[in-house]
Every structure is written in C-alpha cells, then in structure tokens.
C-alpha cells in the first residue's frame, strides 16, 4: 500500500464509469495519471483557430465562431440535416448534424466556442460531421470593465489529447475534479535545494497551473518544472538501474585460441570500427562487472560479426552464450550463419543449436538438453529462451540482436537464466539512436557505433513514386523491376498488411513492433501521418496481381508473413535464398537481418504506413551482395502531408543517423522511445528528446549525485514514489496490450 495522494485509483474521485472511459481512452488508471495527461496547448476565447491549413483526417479542437445555420430536409432519407457553418473570421468549416433540430437553438450565428472532431470532406468541401462542442459561457451582465473583458478573452483554455468519446473539455472537467481533491501539499519529486537553484515551482503549483492557468505565464513556468522533474525521474531510475547492474559479478571471460583461429580463417580483414567495438567488448568481458553495451550500426555493418567474436571469447572459458533475435525466421538465419561462418571445425566443437518456439518437440528436447549439459556453446533462440524449461550449464553472455523488439522486462529475465553471477550483455541494434535518446532510454547501457561499412559494398538508389501526383508511374514500377528479374536478380515487394481482414486489425503494424500508428492516433492532434483511408496494399492482393502481370510471365512470386508457420516461412525463405523464387511479396517480417546477397531491388507499397526508421531497414535487405540495390517507395500520400514528408526523407538519404534524427523531429518522441526500449509506446510526456538534450544531461547529473548520496532514495521519499507510478504506469500499459 502506499499513501501517495496520485496513486489513488480514478474511479474513487471521478466515478465509475468515467474511469473507465479514461481507462480505455488513455489507459489511465489513477489520478496520477490523469493529472500527467497535459494539455497539448491553450486555446484562447479571444483568439479563433485558423480553419486554413486543417487537414483530412485530422483530429481537431477549435475556437471558432457560428456564421450561419439552417435546417432543411434530406433529400434521399428521412430526417433532417442540420447545417452549420463556423469561422476564424477568414476562413469557414462546415459542420453537419443529422436529426437533431434542437441544436439549431444553440448553434446561432455569433455563438462562439470549441467544437472538435475528425476533419472529413464531402464534395471537395472539410467538414466535421456531428462535432463535439462546448459554447462559451453567456455572460450574465455584458462585460463593461475593459480590464475584465480582457481577462476572460485571454483566459488560457487547456486543449487536451482528446478522442471521440473523451472531448477535451469534459477531460477537462475531470481534471478539475481530481485537482479540487488532491492535497494542498503535494511532496515533491525534486528535491527542495534543486527546485530552488533552477527557479521550478513547487509540484503541487505545476499542476494546477498546467491545468488551469490564468494567464500564459503560469503553463509555461509549469512545463518548465514538470519538464525537468520528468527528465529528473527518468534518469533517477536509469542510474539506480545501471549502478545496480555495477554492482552485479560476473565472470570474466577472455579469448584466446580459438578467436585466433576464427580470425585467421575469415576471408575479409575487420573494418576499423569492427575491430574498435572488439576491442571495448573484449574490456567489458575481461570485467569482473558484467558487460552491458549496446553497438549500433547500419545494416549491413558487420554487427553480426561482432557479436560472433564476443561469443567465441566466452566460448573460450567454457561459457555458453545465448543469443536473441526478434523472430523465428532471423533466429534460423542467424544458427546458420554463424554455423557457416565458424566453419565446420569450430562449429563441431560450439555446436551452435536453435531454440525457438515452433521447433517439433523432439528436436527442441535435443537442444535443450545440449543447452544444459553445456555441450552447446552457443544457443540462438526466440522468446522462447525465456521459457521455464530453457536451463544453462554457463550462460556467460547474452546479445539481444535488434533491441527495439525487446523490453527492458525481457533483458532481464533472460539474464536471470545465469545463475549467482550475471551474464554479459551485448545488445546489437540497426537502429541508430540519437544520442539524447541513447541517454534518457538506454541511460543504463555504454554505446559502440559501428558508422564504418565494409568496402565493397554497392550503394542503394532510394526513390519515391508518387503515384497521387504521377499514378501512370504505378505501371514503371513493374516494368523495372521485369529489367532486374531478366538480369537473373530478385526482388522484394513489402505491403503494409497481409490481407484486408488484417489491415482492419492493424494486426501488422502491432507485429512489426514498429510503432508507425501514432502515439494515441485517436487522441493525436496532428501528429499522426496523414491518415489514407484507402485500404493498404495486402501480401494477397498484391501476389495475385503480380501473376497476373503480363510483364512477368512465369516469375516464381511466393508470399511470406507472419501468419504462417514457423517451418513455411523458413522454406519460402530458403527458397527464395536458393534463388527458387524470383519475387517474395511479404510483410515487415523481412525486415530486420535477412541477408539474400543476388536481391537487388525492394519496392515497398504504401511505403507512407511505414516509420521512417522501418523503410530504411526495409532497403537495407537489398544491395547486400556487392550488387547496386534498387528501392522503390511507393505512396499515395500527397506531397505536403506529413506521411509523404517522411517517405521523402528516407529516399532523399542512406545515413541512418541523419534519418533518425530527421525522425524524431517528424513524430512525437514517446513512439521513438516506446519503441526503442520495448516495442510498445511509453509516456514521454512534456519531455522531447529531440530538443531537450541539454536539460537531459542536467537532469542526469543531478541524478547520479543523488543516487551517490542516497541509493535506495530513503531520503527522496518523492522521487521513489514518483518512480514507482511511472513503472507502474509501464507495467500497467503491458498487461492491457498482453
Ligand atoms: P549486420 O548484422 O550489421 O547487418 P552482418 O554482420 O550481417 O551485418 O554483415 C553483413 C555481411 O557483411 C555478412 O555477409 C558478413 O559476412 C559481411 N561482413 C562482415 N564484416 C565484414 C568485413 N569486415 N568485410 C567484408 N564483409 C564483412
Ligand atoms: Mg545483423
């Protein structure tokens, strides 16, 4: 139990059932969380909101003025239409009701205030069809002080994250109710002596300011504090968590001979930053402290390899090291690959074996038995190394390839396989992480880049086809790739779904574990792509349209995607790999790590449903084989929106790090950072890593000073607590998507 005044549970300050509509809107469970649900920005009564420049699809609040209204009869149904049409003073939005004369009342010309909804069109026309609103106040007495009148112009009008259900205003409400029952004194998560030397307001202060200022000049001073408190708990917690991880023993393990003999024995020299990322791994794991780095680097930088090293000096020693790949189809890949690249002797010796969920019981029951017995020095596996059943003789390091797919959660259950002394941890990402967002996520983590590629390699050609404004270009995209196919090449075709049932679901896009739909698409302002209610392109469709393009008469087109099994996707892969299968129409499941050197060219429909990061590991797939790889986006976004501004962008270069900056200025954080540390989206709230890296590592100094003075934080009661509700809030997002 605690008795911390947010922790209170919703339902007991709002009432039951708009608790649960917060619950299902945000996820809010407490007042905690609805009092960190901040306004997105302040309306003005006094100020109309420009209706130039709103887009379709849209979800928007307004401060808008009633022109006109009317009623009139429907021509082709019963029942009537209400029409009505608001103004910013220049430019006008049509709003449309269906049977609900009353409205007309209220609704009358010179009625101000805010009215929100999804922005639609009818006949080239916006409009928001049965908008929400809520009228300004009448005045009782019309206002004669100029003073007053002012002041209610100028009030500041919270304008919130809002959906459908939940308006902004009755979140409002309920904000005011839950701030009207929170203590007068709240204790607060900064400690005194830095709230004063940074001018930050007290806690309690912030949140009625955030909420319901006065003027302009309370928000702002409240952001500000509440800003640096988020960037203080963060980084209170990353720096418990990495000098708890410090403290941690582990064995060292050094290599020796048999890293030697690898080393001879590969055909190419290291690059330079592969043997500098060696260098630092073979420090760490030479440590009594287990090893905790992070390397990142472009596809195709030889990452791989890297780790394959690090396993051979744990190998060295006799210890065990477990690798974790993202899906079932990349942990295959990677046991054969490293089995090739060991080389027959090394691998009779290492014997790296396959563990993963889908594997027939009989196999899998021989592979955990060499697990255990320790004979099976390296063991690649899915989830399923989790399991209960998954015991190691000596697991002295775990590397988690691709570490946007695993959670924090996941790190450390596997490292709980280990026994009394901790294992390495090497995590490989090809996601390269800016470094403001390096230090508020993986403020736990030491970072290598590998920014070097291995010579040789062929550049890739990025460009966009825009079929909105050049829709004949559709027809081009097939026709070059007949050229590629004739030159004895393959080719990769990725659509966002695998059919129309699954794109409904937006089952892909939760399986690809890249966070493309937008933090809260519904309770997003503007943030989201621009929405395209055209259905996506499907693996089916796509396949069947393919074999019957009389450009490609008799190409071997096969689909692959995540519905099916385990064993399929792996004999699609190889066939494809063998060069069976000419075309492969799949879903992201291709995307990370599936090396096919003779695929050259990769189109990708719908590319606008992708993140930016995704379609730039989507093209790393091809032009691995020393052959120029080719990428075709193809989009229906309209150029000027924001999905068809990040296509562009990833087109327009191949240096990951520029994109992944250019990235995090194109979308909210909390989906860089969500996906980043788990795959799931996390509640960066008023921070941005993308522009508050300054006040991030502040936050991260004054962090490790308290956590040196005070580890377990007995003496920052506040700051304990305010890290407990953000776990809590995590785990709490966890179950409701498990
Ligand atoms: P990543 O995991 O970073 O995407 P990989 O480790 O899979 O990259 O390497 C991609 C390809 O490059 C592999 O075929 C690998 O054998 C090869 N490779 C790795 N390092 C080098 C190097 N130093 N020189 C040439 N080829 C390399
Ligand atoms: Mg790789």
Known sequence: MTDDPLAVRLERVVGGATAKAFERAFGHRTIGDLLTHYPRRYAKRGELTPIQGLREGEDVTLVATVQRSSERRMAN???????????????TLALTFFNQSWRLRELAPGARGLF???????????QLAHPDYELFEERAAPIIDPDEARAWADLPIPVYPATGSLPSWKIAKAVGVALDVLPAELPDPVPIE????????????????????????????????????????LQTALVQRRDRLRAAHAVPRRGGPLLERFDAALPFALTQDQRAAGDAI???????????????????????????????????????????APTEVLAQQHVRSIARTLGPDLAARLRPVLVTG????ADRKRALLAVASGQSRIVVGTHALFGEKVSFADLGLVVVDEQHRFGVEQRDALRAKAGAASPHLLVLTATPIPRTVAMTVFGDLDVTTIAELPAGRAPIESFVVPLAERPAWEARVWQRMSEELEQGRQAFVVCPSIDAKAAEEGEDWGQSGSPIPERGSAASESNGPAPDHAAPATVVDTLASLEANPLLPGRRIRALHGRMTGEEKDDVMAAFAAGAIDVLVATTVIEVGVDVPNASMMVVLDADRFGVSQLHQLRGRVGRGGLPGLALFVTRAPEGTLARERVDAVASTLDGFVLAERDLALRHEGDVLGAAQSGRRSGLKLL?????????????????????????LERHRALGEAIVRRIDDEAGEFLTRA
């Open 688 to 712: 941005s890593a993308a522009t508050d890296g300054e006040l991030i590592a502040q936050a991260r100094e004054d962090a490790i000073g308290i956590v040196a003075e005070d580890p377990d």
């Open 77 to 91: 149904r019963k029942g009537s239409l209400l029409e009505v049409t608001i103004t910013d003073g220049i430019g």
């Open 116 to 126: 929100a909804g999804k922005v639609g069109s009818y006949r080239g026309q916006l």
């Open 194 to 233: 830095i709230a004063a030397e940074r001018g930050l307001v007290p806690f309690r202060d912030a949140l009625e300011r955030i909420h319901r200022p006065r003027q302009d000049a309370d928000w702002r001073t409240a952001r500000e504090s509440l800003r640096y408190q988020e960037a203080l708990v």
């Open 282 to 324: 073979a420090a760490d794991l030479a440590s009594e402290r287990p090893m905790n780095r992070l390397v990142q680097g472009e596809v195709g930088s030889g990452k791989t390899l890297v780790a394959i090293r690090a396993m051979l000096a744990v190998a060295e020693s006799g210890g065990q090291s477990a690798l974790l």
């Open 358 to 361: 889908r594997m027939p019981a």
